[in-house]
């Protein structure tokens, strides 16, 4: 059993930061890439951030220079730094894991969404 478990969503206001996490439990063997997607209201889901378990990060166009993706490979845990917060960045936050787990199997498991709210 995986689990992901995501924290740190909120209302903040325009140009205010959050920082959310992402800690993956359970019977893991091995983490590759650790993504954020995020789903606005009546939007499909897209894709925020991506680190994977080494080389570059990559970021949508519409947050480069604002968020900033991270993981503590100890902690099997992504975290999303987000700054200068704008009303548009308002969706569910969900992270996935791209893993391997103890019997060996490779899947992408799934967290169950943070919200953030950027609001005045």
């Known amino acids: 059993q995986v689990q992901l478990v995501e924290s740190g969503g909120g209302l903040v206001q325009p140009g205010g930061s959050l920082r959310l996490s992402c800690a993956a439990s359970?019977?893991?063997?091995?983490?590759?890439?650790m993504v954020w997607y995020r789903q606005a209201p009546g939007k499909q889901r897209e894709l925020v951030a991506v680190?994977?378990?080494?080389?570059?990060?990559n970021y949508a166009d519409s947050v480069k220079g604002r968020f900033t993706i991270s993981r503590d490979n100890a902690k099997n845990t992504v975290y999303l730094q987000m700054n200068s917060l704008k009303p548009e960045d308002t969706a569910v936050y969900y992270c996935?894991?791209?893993?391997?787990?103890?019997?060996?199997?490779?899947?992408?498991?799934w967290g169950q969404g943070t919200q953030v709210t950027v609001s005045s």
């Open positions: 680190i994977p378990s080494g080389g570059s990060t």
């Open positions: 996935k894991a791209d893993l391997t787990s103890y019997s060996r199997v490779r899947h992408d498991y």
């Open positions: 359970g019977s893991i063997f091995s983490i590759y890439a």
